[in-house]
């Protein structure tokens, strides 16, 4: 996807640092900058007061490893407000136009919904520190050389047998992956989708379809929210009430200030 600004001309940049933490090893930190871009880019004058808290507050959750991550409880924490009205901003700010889009995008859509910076508005920075290259082993005794021969002709590899065990106990190895489908394959595992009835319904819907359920599952209050998903899936059922009222109100609320203009 091409941007409209480029990597150096984004409003923040995230600087990702190694730090050493011991022989061959480190330790992940980050740090959030805004960039002068911010106001000569007019992205800020693009943005609401309301807006811009609301930003602000997703910022200040970069974590060590440069990821930001934000949840509508955090969100609520930060500014000092109700959760329903958290997620009212949240949302809002989701769907914020402007010369570079929206500076929020939903990232998760799992048991807690998360949202983060949208690729449009960050660029990254990692700084890696070099580290000294391992100590050459001592020669291998001829005992050990025998053992060592016996692992590799006859064990498993470690990432076989982890997919073997992932495999019996119901979970895809996609689901590590960062990625949508990740992401859909995370959310519909938390909620007790078995592995061959998330296969099914990977096979048969848009993955984003699957991931906008998994968001609305959480302001449903459905007893069973597993089975209750599949049910919305297959249903393309609607957004919930909470979200409609919200809709609603910002409309209303458009309405309103077009007639006081």
């Known amino acids: 996807m091409d941007y409209p600004l480029p990597p150096d001309e984004r409003p923040f940049s995230i600087d990702h640092f190694h730090l050493p933490a011991g022989a061959n090893s480190f330790t992940p ?8 871009a911010l106001r000569t880019r007019r992205l800020l004058s693009s943005l609401s007061d309301e807006h811009a808290r609301t930003l602000l507050a997703v910022l200040t959750y970069v974590s060590p490893n440069g990821s930001v991550r934000v949840t509508i409880p955090q969100i609520a924490a930060a500014l000092g407000i109700s959760r329903i009205t ?13 010369p570079a889009g929206a500076p929020v995008r939903i990232v998760s859509g799992g048991v807690e919904t998360r949202f983060s910076l949208s690729p449009a508005w960050v660029s990254e920075v990692v700084h890696a520190v070099q580290e000294e290259a ?37 979970h895809s190895p996609r689901e590590k992956e960062d990625t949508l489908e990740g992401e859909v394959r995370r959310g519909l595992s938390v909620l007790g989708i078995g592995l061959d009835e998330a296969e099914r319904l990977l096979s048969e819907h848009a993955l984003e379809d699957i991931r906008q359920q998994l968001v609305w599952i959480r302001m449903r209050g459905a007893k069973k929210p597993g089975r209750y998903l599949v049910a919305a899936i297959e249903g393309n059922y609607g957004p919930p009430l909470s979200v409609r009222k919200a809709m609603k109100e910002d409309q209303e609320q458009e309405s309103d200030g077009g007639m006081n203009d």
């Open 29 to 36: 930190a980050a740090r959030m900058h805004v960039r002068a």
């Open 86 to 98: 958290a997620m009212r901003r949240i949302y809002r700010l989701c769907g914020a136009k402007g």
């Open 134 to 170: 391992p100590p050459t082993p001592p020669p291998v005794a001829s005992r050990e050389a025998v053992i060592e021969h016996s692992r590799t002709t006859y064990g498993r590899a470690r990432d076989e047998v982890e997919q073997m065990i992932e495999k019996q106990l119901g």
